[in-house]
């Protein structure tokens, strides 16, 4: 649970980031998702960007009784999301841990699990769908393609990586496309725009059977 005095410092509208990660000792890094109190309130909202709606990534596909991987899922507000849109199960991976508290808050121990663990080293059992979201700008051009490949491994039907891919990461989005190019990978591209700010790019890949 997140206490009090911490509360008080994320809720402080008057400081910012970099001032806030100071005073807690936190990376900046754990400020790119928000941060939500344990009943669902947004205590500090991340520090680019609002949080995307899922439905504007899924185009009306459904996730009723699908397992939803999120890797580098932060505090898993995506992953509550696909709960509330049906998922029978979501799965969280990230280094720090800060999702776990939400499973039990919430009461969804029985369709939530979390694993603090580095992406590149989690080994998945299947799953229907996997989310990628806002994560490659931290990996290495060879870091990317390998964890293309994992994800292809649990994936049964899709993968989703989502992203700005702006003009400093635009080469991130040129390393995907290589990749599933040569491996001859069914693929789409879409975008949506967030909030009336800015475009977002989603890379849909598809399973191959």
Known sequence: MIENKILEILKNKNMTIQEKSEILGWSTDKFYQNIYDMDGNVVQESYDIEQYDLKDILRGETLEGK?????????????????????????????????????????????????????????????????IIDVLAYLSNNEIEYLIDKMK????????????????????????????ERDKTKYEIYKFNHRDRFDVKVIEIRDDE
């Open 67 to 131: 397992t939803v991987l999120d890797l580098g899922c932060n505090c898993g507000s995506y992953l509550f999301e696909a709960l509330k849109l049906g998922a029978k199960k979501v799965i969280g991976v990230d280094k720090q841990d800060c999702m776990s508290k939400f499973i039990k808050h919430l009461g969804v121990t029985d369709r939530a699990e979390f694993y603090k663990q580095d992406i590149l080293k989690y080994d998945s059992s299947p799953v229907e769908i996997t989310f």
């Open 153 to 180: 491994s649990y994936t049964k039907e899709k993968i989703y990586i989502v992203d700005m891919f702006s003009r400093n990461y635009a080469h991130q989005y040129n390393i995907v496309i290589d990749k599933l």
